[in-house]
């Protein structure tokens, strides 16, 4: 069992960049694939990337290739996706997640969500 809880949103100018981290607490951080995902608003969730538990293998939507970057410590019990680059289209709300089993794009193959945090992009 892990609990998420995601931070570092706000609103930055286009060209700009953030970090988000996702803290967990719970069992075995280390034992947990991990990923990002958003929702832009009128749409639905969509993956962004996901790093496996060993960090040894990381995915990545076609929307996120080139700018976005995710890592993982689990000394921390954290894992991180820093955006650079940053464009309108961003803007949305961002989530991270954690499941045990196979890495898929697909939302509701994850088992553990944070609650999410507000990442808007002007100009």
């Known amino acids: 069992q892990v609990q998420l809880a995601e931070s570092g949103g706000g609103l930055v100018q286009a060209g700009g960049s953030l970090r988000l981290s996702c803290a967990a607490s719970g069992r075995a951080f280390s034992s947990y694939a991990m990923g990002w995902f958003r929702r832009a608003p009128g749409k639905e969730r969509d993956f962004l990337a996901a790093?496996?538990?060993?960090?040894?293998?990381?995915y990545y939507a076609d929307s996120a290739k080139g700018r976005f970057t995710i890592s993982r410590d689990d000394a921390k019990n954290r894992v991180y996706l820093q955006m650079n680059s940053l464009k309108p289209e961003d803007t949305a709300v961002y989530y991270c997640?954690?499941?045990?089993?196979?890495?898929?794009?697909?939302?509701?193959?994850?088992?553990?969500w944070g609650q999410g945090t507000q990442v808007t992009v002007s100009s």
């Open positions: 790093i496996t538990k060993t960090a040894g293998i990381i």
């Open positions: 997640a954690a499941d045990t089993g196979p890495i898929t794009r697909t939302p509701e193959m994850w088992d553990y």
